[in-house]
């Protein structure tokens, strides 16, 4: 149990598109989920805290029209990189709070990550 | 969170066990110690979790000092998949926030 998923693993996109990584938690339902980016050779950095049904909470330096966050349900979370630029290029990983699953009170789950190359 | 002290790598040798330690000296009282491990390229994954008491799951056992103050995740028989960065964190249970990664531990085993 406490899979999370995501989509695409891995995207290339050009400069000033868009693209939208999503975020599934398979067979729990989160309430809260969470984004994080990685650069090589470097931690996880928090992004935005993302709550089913209100608008996410974002970390200082993150701006929030350029990387929209929707959590229309309890298993879905949205990340829209806008207009992306070649220092967007990133690790994008998500996490889900596992609430009401037994044993695993609070337990983050991570998906697999996607790799995002803006050329 | 409290902040976290770990070695940057250790190494290993298959088969043999590993131990991590961790030291969380300003911990809280109502703060658990989290250990997550990241292989390269993939996301992070839960190991295991625990208060004051030992902890021992299918992965791994945690040895959490009567003090709380050092914790020691211990992977009993250490397999070349096990070579990834490992993360001790500790926060409180319960309370909706995210986890706040340091640089944790680059764990490399050798055949």
């Known amino acids: 149990g406490a899979v999370v998923s995501q989509h695409p693993s891995r995207v290339i996109c050009k400069s000033g598109t868009s693209v939208k990584i999503e975020c599934r938690s398979l067979?729990?339902?989160?309430?809260?989920m969470f984004w994080y980016r990685q650069f090589p050779k470097q931690s996880l950095m928090l992004m935005a805290t993302?709550?089913?049904?209100?608008?996410?909470?974002?970390e200082q330096g993150v701006e929030k029209d350029k990387f929209l966050i929707n959590h229309a349900s309890l298993t879905l979370s949205t990340l829209t990189v806008t207009s992306a630029h070649p220092e967007d290029s990133s690790f994008y990983i998500c996490?889900?709070?596992?609430?009401?699953?037994?044993?695993?009170?609070?337990?983050?789950?991570f998906g697999p990550g996607t790799r995002l190359t803006v050329l | 969170d409290a902040k976290t002290t770990q070695p940057p790598s250790m190494d290993c040798a298959e088969g043999r066990a590993a131990n991590l330690p961790c030291n969380h000296s300003?911990?809280?009282?109502?703060?658990?110690v989290y250990w997550y491990r990241q292989i390269h390229s993939q996301g992070p994954q839960y190991i295991i979790h625990?208060?004051?008491n030992n902890e021992t799951n299918e992965m791994a056992s945690l040895i959490i000092t009567e003090d709380r103050k050092s914790s020691t995740l211990i992977l009993p028989h250490a397999t070349l998949r096990d070579t990834a960065v490992y993360y001790c964190?500790?926060?409180?249970?319960?309370?909706?926030?995210?986890?706040?990664f340091g640089k944790g531990t680059s764990l490399l085993v050798t055949p």
């Open positions: 996490s889900a709070r596992a609430s009401g699953l037994a044993g695993s009170e609070d337990t983050q789950y």
């Open positions: 067979d729990f339902q989160a309430t809260t």
């Open positions: 993302s709550n089913e049904g209100s608008k996410a909470t974002y």
């Open positions: 300003t911990i809280s009282g109502n703060e658990y």
């Open positions: 625990g208060l004051k």
């Open positions: 964190i500790v926060r409180p249970s319960n309370s909706g926030y995210a986890l706040n």
